[in-house]
Nanobody, 123 residues
């Protein structure tokens, strides 16, 4: 499967953005999907994950209540709605897919990665 992330940009604190991750090559429904981010000079960190059907989700504490992960398997697309953005959310955001059994929080649980989309939040 190939993953293409999009939707990043430059916004102000308090604004919202919606990231999209389009899957091609195989149905997105075949993968547990996750979003990770990496700020400059920092390690990559888990943001959110969603189960095959979308019935289960998991979030990092830092984004819980502000971010929502969802998927539309008919469109082979996974979304990350980000609200109340703060400068600490500034990072390159990556979508990733895996065919395991649980909503993984570790990057090495994911086998497929998109190219990343930059999100910059100004204060």
């Amino acid at each position: 499967v190939q993953l293409q992330a999009s939707g990043g940009g430059l916004v102000q604190a308090g604004d919202s953005l919606r990231l999209s991750c389009a899957a091609s090559g195989r149905p997105a429904s075949s993968y547990i999907m996750g979003w990770f981010r990496q700020a400059q000079g920092k390690e990559r960190e888990f943001v959110a994950a969603i189960s095959y059907s979308g019935g289960s989700t998991d979030y990092a504490d830092s984004v819980k209540g502000r971010f929502t992960i969802s998927r539309d398997n008919a469109k082979n697309t996974v979304y990350l709605q980000m609200n109340s953005l703060t400068p600490t959310d500034t990072a390159v955001y990556y979508c990733a897919g895996q065919r395991g059994y649980g909503l993984g929080r570790q990057g090495d649980e994911y086998d497929y990665w998109g190219q990343g989309t930059q999100v910059t939040v100004s204060s």
